[in-house]
């Protein structure tokens, strides 16, 4: 049992190989963009980021939330959204080979969302019906 572990723990790819993103770089990448991100292997999400530090964030049910991200104080890129004023936040990785992982803090790198597709294209989340 215990060489199991062992086996499996030299096997795991080490923490160095994955780089942080800065938060400068953050923004330099997803600016103007639309990230769909996956989970476990399957759809999760995708995120539109605007010019002004907005974002769109849309659940693959098609369930949209406004939002803004920041850079707090330990260097986390942080969501909060619509509804929700407490920050969510993240550190951006790129992994070998260049894949692109964003990471909860505390959570475990299994439950990474991993990002599927990079495109230029607008999220269809229409604006909430302002009652006219």
């Not at 986390?76 to 894949?99: H, K, N, R």
């Amino acid at each position: 049992m215990i060489r199991a572990g062992l086996a499996l723990a030299l096997c795991a790819a080490p923490a160095w190989a994955e780089r942080p993103v800065s938060p400068a770089e953050f923004e330099q990448m997803v600016t103007g963009r639309t990230l769909h991100f996956d989970r476990y292997g399957a759809p999760f999400g995708s995120e539109q980021y605007f010019d002004d530090k907005r974002v769109i964030w849309a659940f693959e049910d098609g369930q949209c939330q406004r939002g803004i991200w920041f850079e707090n104080a330990g260097g986390d890129i942080c969501f909060v959204y619509d509804g929700d004023p407490t920050p969510q936040c993240w550190s951006f990785l790129e992994m070998p080979g260049g894949a692109f992982h964003a990471r909860a803090n505390g959570a475990e790198p299994a439950d990474d969302l991993v990002t599927r597709e990079t495109v230029d294209e607008d999220l269809d989340c229409p604006l909430p019906d302002l009652g006219v």
